[in-house]
C-alpha cells in the first residue's frame, strides 16, 4: 500500500509491551490509526512520524524506512 | 491485532450514514416517480423523507454512541475525508453539467430539480461510500 516501512510493533514490544492503545493516547490518535500506521496501511504526516520516534526515544530513520521505486531518480 | 482490519466510530459512523441515504432516496425517487408531478404532493414526500433521513441518522447514532465511545476525528480521518470529498465533487459537477442539460433541453422544473438532487444524493454517496473503502484499502 504504501513505500513506508515501519519497526513500530517490534519498537512497541521492547517498550514494554506497550499497547497500540497506549501508543495512540500519546499521540492523540485513534488506536485504529495506530493499526492501519503499524499495517502500512496509512502514511503518517511528518510531525506525526516524529512525534512516534520521540516515544520510542529513538532517531526517525529508526522507525521508519522508505522503500524507492526500482528505477526512480536519486536526488543529486 | 495489528494488521487486520479493525472498525472504529468513525468509520461505523459513515455506514449509519450511508445505509439512512441509500434507503431513504431510494425510497423517494421510487415515490416521486409513482406520484407524478404535483407540487404539494411531492413538497410533502420531500419533507418525510428529510424528517425521515434525520430521525435514521439520529436514532443510528444514538445506538452507536452508546455501544462505542466517540472518538475524535484525527489526521487519518481528515485525510481520508478530503480524498473522498475530492471524488465527491467530481460527481457532483457531473451531475451540474447534466442537469444544465436538462434544463437546456427545456424540460420541466420538476426534472431539473430532481436531476440535482439526485446528483447531491449520488455525491454523498460517493463521499461516504469513498471514506469507507480508505477505511478499509487505506491510504498511502
Do not use: C
Amino acid at each position: 500500500m504504501t513505500r513506508v516501512h515501519n519497526r513500530i510493533r517490534e519498537l512497541r514490544f521492547h517498550a514494554h509491551e506497550m499497547t497500540q492503545q497506549q501508543l495512540a493516547d500519546r499521540l492523540g490518535v485513534t488506536r485504529q490509526t495506530v493499526n492501519a500506521i503499524e499495517g502500512e496501511k496509512y502514511s503518517p504526516t511528518l510531525e506525526m512520524a516524529f512525534q512516534i520516534a520521540h516515544v520510542f526515544g529513538v532517531p526517525l530513520d529508526q522507525v521508519f524506512t522508505y522503500e524507492a521505486p526500482r528505477g526512480g531518480r536519486r536526488g543529486s | 491485532m495489528s494488521s487486520e482490519h479493525d472498525v472504529g466510530f468513525q468509520e461505523k459512523s459513515l455506514w449509519i450514514t450511508l445505509f439512512a441515504n441509500v434507503l431513504v432516496y431510494a425510497y423517494y425517487f421510487w415515490r416521486v416517480l409513482a406520484i407524478g408531478r404535483d407540487p404539494a404532493r411531492v413538497g410533502v414526500l420531500f419533507g418525510q423523507t428529510v424528517i425521515a433521513l434525520i430521525v435514521i441518522m439520529a436514532a443510528g447514532h444514538i445506538v452507536l454512541a452508546v455501544r462505542q465511545k466517540p472518538e475524535r476525528k484525527d489526521e487519518r480521518d481528515r485525510t481520508i475525508a478530503m480524498r473522498a470529498s475530492r471524488n465527491a465533487f467530481y460527481v457532483l459537477s457531473t451531475g451540474a453539467w447534466a442537469a444544465l442539460g436538462v434544463a437546456a433541453m427545456s424540460f420541466e422544473p420538476f426534472w431539473i430539480a430532481h436531476a440535482i438532487l439526485g446528483a447531491i444524493v449520488l455525491a454523498e454517496v460517493t463521499r461516504t461510500g469513498s471514506q469507507l473503502v480508505y477505511y478499509r484499502r487505506g491510504v498511502a
